[in-house]
T-cell receptor, first 110, second 114 residues
Framework: SQELEQSPQSLIVQEGKNLTINCTSS?????LYWYKQKYGEGLIFLMM?????EEKSHEKITAKLDEKKQQSSLHITASQPSHAGIYLC??????????FGQGTRLTINP | KAGVTQTPRYLIKTRGQQVTLSCSPI?????VSWYQQTPGQGLQFLFE???????NKGNFPGRFSGRQFSNSRSEMNVSTLELGDSALYLC?????????????FGPGTRLTVL
């Protein structure tokens, strides 16, 4: 079973629309990383959440950690073509093992 | 500050061969982790090195091995390549090992096994 489950697996939205990606953990989440990946390239760090209820924003991307629900959500406002890519959540499963969700592929249609 | 670099960026090998991939971490970073990314399995942890010692290993067969040098550069080796080893191999560096530290990822090495 997947330690971190992301939904949806893929998302196609019209440019300018808002969207939300969810990441649900199979156990208590003490923190979470969100990364973005362009196809076939390395990961770009977006943000890290470390406390339940913490919310962070970077440009038009906002992420929140709901510790009780064992879930994090990433919300993009007024999507742009530059937001297209694969979004991955991850966190430490054990001291040195970083576990990833399966990713959400985001396509922005002009 | 230069980012994490990986060489080569692309590699084509045939089954049964072996391959060595290289990763140079960000200057001053002592921890290097390796990940395999495939369409079917997603991103999976291979192993982590810190100060030339392997600290943790994922669930991969012994054909996958690695090492870290005194300058923190790391190499990953895969022997007796199989078709299923075709993947994007990513390395990441961080200042210290584990413990909720941000990892900085390289661009990856795309390995194709024919």
């Amino acid at each position: 079973s997947q330690e971190l489950e992301q939904s949806p697996q893929s998302l196609i939205v019209q440019e300018g629309k808002n969207l939300t990606i969810n990441c649900t953990s199979s156990k208590t989440l003490y923190g979470l990383y969100w990364y973005k990946q362009k196809y076939g390239e390395g990961l770009i760090f977006l943000m890290m959440l470390q406390k339940g209820g913490e919310e962070k924003s970077h440009e038009k991307i906002t992420a929140k950690l709901d510790e009780k629900k064992q879930q994090s959500s990433l919300h993009i406002t007024a999507s742009q073509p530059s937001h297209a890519g694969i979004y991955l959540c991850s966190w430490w499963w054990g001291a040195q093992k970083l576990v990833f969700g399966q990713g959400t592929r985001l396509t922005i249609n002009p | 500050k230069a980012g994490v670099t990986q060489t080569p960026r692309y590699l084509i090998k045939t089954r049964g061969q072996q391959v060595t991939l290289s990763c140079s971490p960000i200057s001053g970073h002592r921890s290097v982790s390796w990940y395999q990314q495939t369409p079917g399995q997603g991103l999976q942890f291979l192993f982590e090195y810190f100060s030339e010692t392997q600290r943790n290993k994922g669930n991969f067969p012994g054909r996958f091995s690695g090492r870290q040098f005194s300058n923190s550069r790391s190499e990953m080796n895969v022997s007796t390549l199989e078709l299923g080893d075709s993947a994007l191999y990513l390395c990441a560096s961080s200042a210290i090992a584990g413990g909720y530290n941000e990892q900085f990822f390289g661009p990856g090495t795309r390995l194709t096994v024919l």
